[in-house]
């Protein structure tokens, strides 16, 4: 069982900047592949980006086409904390927020991952 809570959201203009931050219980977290997945009002839950366990040295990242090259997801396994840091923001950023954990390395879709945090709103304004 992992629980998860999220944090770092709020109101930022566009072309600014914010880190999201999960923290997550259990000993089990350097586990679970990480994922960060973002609703907007009225429209599904997407993928945002995802980080691997640890692999030796390396943990390998996977980001949507829409924030590749603006947002950067790294973890912090002593800490059991991911984070999602957010750059050169944009109002359709504009969403709620979701850390989620999962088994299955790879996945994109919300269905794959198994524990979920309540979520965090990140506004971008015009």
């Known amino acids: 069982q992992v629980q998860l809570v999220e944090s770092g959201g709020g109101l930022v203009q566009a072309g600014g900047s914010l880190s999201l931050a999960c923290a997550a219980s259990g000993r089990t977290f350097s586990s679970y592949a990480m994922g960060w997945f973002r609703q907007a009002p009225g429209k599904e839950r997407e993928f945002v980006a995802a980080i691997s366990w640890s692999r030796g040295v390396t943990y390998y990242s996977d980001y949507s086409d829409s924030v590749k090259g603006r947002f950067t997801i790294s973890r912090d396994d002593a800490k059991n904390t991911v984070y999602l840091q957010m750059n050169s923001l944009k109002p359709e950023d504009t969403a709620v927020y979701y850390c989620?954990?999962?088994?299955?390395?790879?996945?994109?879709?919300?269905?794959?991952?198994?524990?979920w945090g309540q979520g965090t709103q990140v506004t971008v304004s015009s």
């Open positions: 989620a954990a999962t088994w299955a390395w790879g996945s994109r879709t919300p269905d794959k991952y198994d524990y």
